[in-house]
């Protein structure tokens, strides 16, 4: 076994070399469907899912269409985009690193104060640390596999390598993680509203659950649901992008905050174990809460579904350069997720159990205000964009395309699919189960575990061909997958049934 190759698909091998396009027409489904079984890569591209969105289009637009203008008729929006190509050009390293750190932060900062509490305090390094490294090299294995076999979407590049039918699974595991994604946005909007009317005069009702409820509904109502039933709101990817500033602001905010609140007290309260119900804090978690804090992690760093769009965005692209990419963009991520996990535990220790958004005042500290209003902004941007990445992939997966399907029966599936996302947000206790089962179960597949496949049926791939380091991380890539969706899951599922 150890010295077994495996044979490699035509294109590996250097036989014929299919295009996109001829790419697209082997895996065009019965029936005249207009595209893959799987999401298209047009589709991907106008609607990423996890809410980030790529400005590449943008920037050429800019560079192309807005110089020509005189100066005097541009407008504001139109000078910015013209700067951020002229300082970011698309497709070179700042833009890539910019577009996979994007496609990672976002709500899922919202559970590391939460995921520290659980792992405890070295563990919530140690984690985002592992799972980063690894990040890395599963977008490595993807950008070889791309680079041999030219697929545009992590659809097409499973069914090549794997197999017919395995194109409906990963394109079934990219609902889950956008369908989540929606879920957790209802989810943190009813927390804002939470965090703030409990801090006022309002009535009892307000405050109550079915008063939260109810205003989550009003807002979904009035400006979620409108947007989910366009076929296409570009604009608000820019909205989107915008909020990302917010999110870092939010972040820097949690540091700060923690300096000059619980940092002092709470440090000198360390013990070596411990739940996360007891006082003070711990270095490593007891019990079944320990494995917690993976899930959340795993989520906060998904990006390689979506990194197809970003490699092929690339300018001077190689696989090699990608992974450079990749890892200044998981440097990053790990440096603003260890901190968000390590000062929001150290502010608030025990009582991290919640939703970051969930333990400040907002009322009395105007600064914390400003991220939730800048948070709730972008919620309410993100929601019909990853809504949208749902449809598509559903109506790729059997074989509609969404600019020729009907208006009505359009409308049914989009609003099916948002009432059943304010449903889940409504009712399911949490936001931190939706981003422990969505990393574990999600994450796990199309991070680890399927990257690893496709290198080591991407042919070509024995231990005497690729050496013992490649040989060793991909397995180990591997086996952190099944764990990942093993006991991950289980932790998760476990957690949820007893609370624990």
């Keep these: 076994m150890a010295h077994e190759t495996r044979a490699a698909p035509s294109e590996a091998m250097g036989g014929p070399h299919f295009s996109a396009e001829q790419e697209d027409d082997a895996l065009r489904p019965p029936g005249g469907a207009a595209d893959n079984m799987a999401p298209s890569a047009q589709a991907d591209r106008s609607l990423l899912p996890r809410e980030k ?15 020509k203008e005189p100066v005097e008729q541009r407008g504001w929006a139109q000078s910015v985009m013209v700067l951020m190509s002229s300082g970011i050009p698309p497709g070179g390293l700042l833009s890539t690193v910019f577009n996979l750190s994007s496609i990672c932060i976002g709500a899922g900062i919202l559970g590391l104060p939460f995921a520290a509490n659980s792992s405890g305090l070295v563990l919530a390094l140690v984690y985002p640390a592992l799972i980063g490294v690894l990040s890395v090299y599963s977008l490595y294995c993807l950008a070889v596999q ?36 929606c879920v957790s946005f209802i989810i943190s909007v009813g927390d804002i509203f939470k965090a703030i009317l409990d801090n006022t005069n309002a009535p009892a009702y307000w405050k109550s659950k079915s008063g939260n409820r109810l205003l989550t509904s009003l807002l979904w109502l009035t400006v979620m649901l409108p947007l989910v039933i366009p076929r296409h709101i570009n604009s608000l990817r820019h909205i989107s992008a915008v909020g990302i500033v917010f999110v870092i602001y939010f972040v820097v905010m949690i540091i700060i905050h923690s300096g000059m609140h619980g940092l002092s007290e709470n440090a000198k309260n360390l013990h070596v174990t411990g739940r996360t119900t007891d006082e003070g804090i711990h270095l490593f978690g007891t019990g079944n809460r320990a494995l917690d804090g993976l899930g959340v992690f795993m989520f906060a760093f998904l990006c390689q579904v979506n990194s197809f769009e970003v490699y092929w965005d690339m300018s001077d692209r190689s696989a090699s350069r990608f992974t450079l990419c990749s890892a200044i963009a998981m440097l990053l991520c790990f440096i603003v997720y260890g901190s968000t996990a390590v000062f929001g535990y150290l502010d608030f220790g025990n009582r991290a159990t919640v939703s970051a958004t969930l333990l400040y005042n907002p009322v009395k500290e105007p600064e914390v205000m400003v991220a939730y209003i800048g948070l709730l902004v972008k919620l309410c941007a993100s929601f019909p964009l990853i809504s949208m990445a749902t449809r598509n992939s559903l109506y790729h997966s059997v074989g509609w395309d969404p600019d020729k399907l009907p208006f009505w029966k359009h409308c049914i599936v989009v609003v099916s699919l948002a009432v059943a996302a304010l449903l889940f947000g409504l009712f399911i206790p949490s936001i931190n189960m939706v981003f422990g089962f969505i990393g574990s179960f999600c994450g796990g597949a199309t991070a680890f575990l399927l990257p690893s496949i496709f290198m080591m049926y991407g042919g070509n791939w024995s231990l005497r061909s690729v050496g013992w380091a490649h040989y060793t991380i991909t397995y180990a890539l591997l086996f952190a997958g099944v764990i990942m969706v093993v006991f991950g899951t289980g932790a998760t599922i476990y957690s949820a049934v007893a609370g624990d």
């Design 53 to 67: 969105m790529h400005e590449e289009d943008t920037g050429r637009v800019a560079g192309e269409l807005y110089r």
């Design 146 to 181: 791309m680079e041999q076999l030219g697929s545009k979407t992590y659809e097409g590049m499973a069914r090549v390598l794997l197999g017919p039918g395995f194109d409906y699974f990963t394109a079934v595991l990219r609902s889950l993680n956008t369908f989540g994604g």
